[in-house]
Nanobody, 127 residues
Framework: QVQLVESGGGLVQAGGSLRLSCAAS????????MAWFRQAPGKERESVAA????????YYADSVKGRFTISRDNAKNTVYLQMSSLKPEDTAVYYC????????????????????WGQGTQVTVSA
């Protein structure tokens, strides 16, 4: 049974930083691209960042480029999202997702690309 468990969310002031983690189990982690999505109240879920199996290919939404960094540790079956210079508009539930890509450079950035999802972690940025 595949499980993706996010952690690291919380309340932070604008300009602050948070690091989200997503621990994966029940899958061969280095066969999967990983991604972070977010959903703000009243809005559709959107892609934030994604990384291929070996970390050499990444994708970032324009809204987070230069502020967020996605990384992964295949030895720990974990993907991270380092978020800096946070803004109130970054407030959302952040979800981790996994896409079975084998050893591909492919990095999907739409919900339909992804096979498994975590339950989400709340990030709230106060002004």
């Amino acid at each position: 049974q595949v499980q993706l468990v996010e952690s690291g969310g919380g309340l932070v002031q604008a300009g602050g930083s948070l690091r989200l983690s997503c621990a994966a189990s029940g899958l061969t982690f280095n066969n999967y691209a990983m991604a972070w999505f977010r959903q703000a109240p009243g809005k559709e879920r959107e892609s934030v960042a994604a990384i291929n199996w070996n970390g050499r290919s990444t994708y970032y939404a324009d809204s987070v480029k230069g502020r967020f960094t996605i990384s992964r540790d295949n030895a720990k079956n974990t993907v991270y999202l380092q978020m800096s210079s946070l803004k109130p508009e970054d407030t959302a539930v952040y979800y981790c997702a996994a896409e079975h890509t084998y050893y591909s450079s492919k990095v999907g950035n739409t919900e339909d690309d992804y096979d498994y999802w975590g339950q989400g972690t709340q990030v709230t940025v106060s002004a």
